[in-house]
Every structure is written in structure tokens, then in C-alpha cells.
């Protein structure tokens, strides 16, 4: 008996009229799973079983290996330890006034959050009431004092998940999505850059979000009290006596700080309007790539990464524009981009033609 006369004996094996007997219920149940069975067998093995049991299938033998200690995980520093070791408090110092003096926030008007919200619904406006926090980690911490690879790193974020309106309620938002470049643009890049005559380079763009404006909803940030005991603005929320001038002051949040829902697809337009305004054509169908018809360059960019590819005599003058649209950092040759390092090679072939190319290091 083969797995379809199981499944027409479950339903031929009922009378016309129902049979609520045990020993009935027992034989179709018995039915099906034999069919559940079959089934299981021919979606595993690609074979039409024979009999109304499937034969036992072993599995492939499971790699298992032994423990494995955590590995080049950052160190997790507490608040507390973060204001009484001098580099970290260092690193926190400079990363909050590099956010300032970029404009992500503006210090022209201070409010309480609870002001904020109440004259907003008094006017029938919508605005955001978010928070912003700092994460701080230390690099290489399993690396002897002094090594210049050991370091403090603290990153300010906007806390997307902790959100909301005049009314307390959740906040929505754009939900516009960015489209970054394909692996497949890369390769391309990297194919027209492998031509007679052509090259490829590539560059990161400095603190990419908070170039970009935030658009969408007006929306007000809490500072935590790490921003607000800056030495330099302590005086806009302390009195002379010390005693603060706020409960929960906020400012207007200006530029797309990381974590916010929108900051990637705002930087995306930044970039793309910044790209097209310096002579750079969308290709089509073919997102965050373009192409510079005078110069014949193909440019990609994967969010913060940006490569360029085509003849080597006009990759200077592309960088040059680039760097006028937005800011950047030093451009290399072909190196570690998208988590590989691309080494370019050439190669003389059995019929004595030269080829050049990358290849592709994982390791």
C-alpha cells in the first residue's frame, strides 16, 4: 500500500453516516498518520514511499564543538565608572561636544518636556517627546594597559523605541525605509574599475546621520544629565548656587541621530540630493548608485560607505566633488569594504593576455 491509497482510505474507510464508534475514530487516526508519514518521508527525501511507513533516515553528523569564550565583545562600562576613570570621562566629554558643535540639537530654546506637550495640545499640534543616552564600552579590554588598541568608545543615541506624543501616546512614524546598494552593485563597481585605464577607491563619510536634517514631525529630546554638566553649558541649567533650572530639560532635536526611526532615510535623501546637485545621475532600478556622465565614475554608497569606479586619471576630481557634497574621509584603494577585503591582482593568461581584478579575502 503506497502513501496515496493511505490517504483514500481514511476518507473511503467513513460510512454515509457518521460513526461516532471508538473503533472507527481509532482506524482513521491510524490512516492519517500513516499518510503524515509518507508525506514527512517525501518532502524529506524527494522519493514517493512504497510502503505505508517510511524507512529511518539518518541525519548528517552535527559539528559540536567544545566552549567557546566570548570573543572581541567590548567591555561594558558602568555610569559609575565611566565618571571616575579620566579616559572615559574623556571619551564622553568629547562625544557629546562633537554632537553639539554638529547641531544636532539646538540650545536657542530650553523647555520642560511637561510645557512642551500641553501647549501643543492647546494649539492641536503634533510634536515627538523622545530621550537620547549615551553607551559606553571599552575596546580591547583584554589587551595589557597602554596599548594604544585598548580605548574608551561612547556613542550618544536616540532612543527609537521610547517615544511619544502631546498625548502620551506612541509616536508614529514616516517608516520610509532606505534602499542601500546591492552586493551586486559592488561587484559591478568593482568590475568597471578592473578596465584598461580604470581604478577603484573607496571612502567612509564622516558621522553620516547627523549631516542629514531630520524632517517629518517636530521633534524635542530630554537631556540626560551627562550632557547637562558639560562644563562649557552647565551655566544654561544650573544657577549660581548649583540648583537646576529644570526638571526634565529638552531641546529641539535638529539633525538624524542614530537610533532614530527615520535617520537612515533621512540621510539617504541628504546624500542623494547632495550627489545629483554635484552632476551625479541615479542609475536606474539600481538603488543609492549613480553614474558621472563627464567624468565616466560609477559611485555606490552603502549607507556610510562610499566606492568609486572608472578611469584613474578622474578618480581625484570625483573625490573632490564628493567631498563638497558631504564630508568624508581619506579615500583608499581597494581594501576592507562591506566586511571583505578586496586585493587586486593581475594575471597573464596561457594566451599571454593580461587581466586585472579583485579578489575577494574573507578570512
Given amino acids: 500500500m503506497n502513501w496515496i491509497e493511505d490517504t483514500e482510505n481514511v476518507f ?31 518532502a524529506l527525501t524527494g522519493e514517493m514511499s512504497t510502503t505505508s511507513t517510511p524507512q529511518e533516515h539518518s541525519h548528517r ?38 554632537l553639539i558643535d554638529r547641531g544636532v540639537w539646538s540650545y536657542n530654546e530650553i523647555r520642560e518636556w511637561d510645557d512642551i506637550a500641553r501647549d501643543a495640545r492647546k494649539k492641536n ?14 575596546k580591547g579590554s583584554e589587551l595589557p594597559e597602554g596599548d594604544p588598541n585598548r580605548k574608551f ?30 552586493m551586486e552593485a559592488s561587484k559591478a563597481a568593482d568590475a568597471y574599475g578592473s578596465f584598461p585605464g580604470h581604478d577603484m577607491e573607496q571612502a567612509d563619510a564622516e558621522q553620516a546621520y547627523v549631516q542629514a536634517y531630520l ?7 530630554c537631556l540626560p544629565d551627562e550632557c547637562i554638566q558639560l562644563q562649557s553649558y552647565r551655566h544654561l541649567f544650573f544657577d549660581k548656587k548649583g540648583n537646576r533650572k529644570h526638571r526634565k530639560p529638552c531641546v529641539r532635536f535638529i539633525k538624524a541621530l542614530y537610533g532614530h526611526p527615520d535617520a537612515g532615510s533621512c540621510w539617504e535623501l541628504h546624500c542623494d540630493r547632495r550627489m545629483k546637485a554635484f552632476g551625479f545621475e541615479p542609475i536606474t532600478d539600481w538603488p543609492s548608485c549613480y553614474f558621472h556622465k563627464k567624468l565616466r565614475l560609477m559611485l555606490m554608497v552603502y549607507v556610510d560607505d562610499f566606492k ?38 593581475e594575471r597573464t593568461l596561457s594566451t599571454g593576455v593580461q ?5 575577494y579575502n574573507m578570512e
Avoid at 499640534?125 to 571599552?138: A, Q, S, Y
Avoid at 524632517?215 to 529630546?221: A, F, H, L, Q
Wanted: glycine share 8%.
Fill in 12 to 42: 473511503m474507510s467513513a460510512p454515509a453516516e457518521i460513526d461516532d464508534s471508538e473503533e472507527h475514530w481509532k482506524q482513521c487516526t491510524d490512516h492519517m498518520n500513516s499518510f503524515l508519514d509518507a508525506a514527512e518521508h517525501c
Fill in 61 to 98: 553528523e552535527k559539528s559540536v564543538l567544545g566552549y567557546v569564550g566570548p570573543a572581541c565583545v567590548a567591555r561594558p562600562v558602568s555610569r559609575k565608572e565611566a565618571s571616575d576613570n579620566p579616559k572615559a570621562k574623556a571619551a564622553q566629554d568629547k562625544e557629546w561636544s562633537r
Fill in 308 to 345: 568609486i569606479a572608472g578611469p584613474r586619471a578622474n578618480l581625484k576630481e570625483c573625490w573632490d566633488l564628493i567631498c563638497k557634497a558631504v564630508e568624508m574621509g581619506r579615500n583608499e584603494g581597494p581594501g576592507l569594504f562591506l566586511g571583505c577585503n578586496h586585493e587586486r591582482f
Fill in 355 to 359: 587581466v586585472r581584478g579583485l579578489s
Fill in 215 to 221: 524632517e517629518g514631525v517636530d521633534t524635542w529630546i
Fill in 125 to 138: 499640534e503634533t510634536v515627538h517627546l523622545g530621550r537620547i543616552f549615551g553607551i559606553m564600552v571599552e
Fill in 153 to 182: 568608545k561612547y556613542r550618544v543615541v536616540f532612543q527609537g523605541n521610547n517615544v511619544v506624543t502631546q498625548n502620551w501616546e506612541a509616536a508614529l512614524f514616516q517608516d520610509l525605509g532606505s534602499s542601500p546598494a546591492s
